[in-house]
């Protein structure tokens, strides 16, 4: 998660889960699980993401801006439409691969640290879906800025 610095991410933790420990402590579990999940998945995503969003915006520029003469003005059009091409598709596609990875960490992590397994459940679920999006804003950052590099 290195795109975006640590003290900038804020997981949301539900008040509801106050009974179950202290929000400090699942900010911490989450920051560990997210930055496993993310690392796990990231590279493929990103890169199947960037060669789709490089070849759509090579076919869009070339119908697009066929009769535009000024060459600066194309590469900053293509540059702009490729990062966020590519920011868009990396967050679209990694959502489900995100979901599944934060499930097996969390659950990995939370087994060890607590017993009865509904609760289990309902922890994970619950910081999943909670957090789910921030995840895919991170990797479309990312993506967004691989494609700048």
Known sequence: ??????????FKINPKLGSLGPQVQYSK????????????????VIQRSVTIA???????????YALESDNNTITRSAHLMVGTLAGSLAHVTCK???RV???????NLIQNLMSGSETIEQLIHTL??????????????????????
């Not at 921030?134 to 494609?147: F, K």
Request: proline share 4%; charged share 30%.
């Open 54 to 64: 490089s070849r759509t915006t090579k076919e869009l520029i070339l119908k697009d």
């Open 29 to 44: 579990i989450m920051d560990l699980v997210l930055d496993k999940a993310n690392r796990e998945i990231i590279l493929p």
């Open 1 to 10: 998660m290195a795109a975006i610095p640590r003290e900038e991410i804020r």
């Open 128 to 149: 999943i879906n909670d957090n789910l999006d921030l995840g895919c804003a991170i990797i479309e950052v990312v993506a967004t800025r691989q494609v700048a590099s």
């Open 96 to 98: 489900e691969p995100l």
């Open 101 to 107: 990875a934060l499930y097996s960490n969390l659950r």
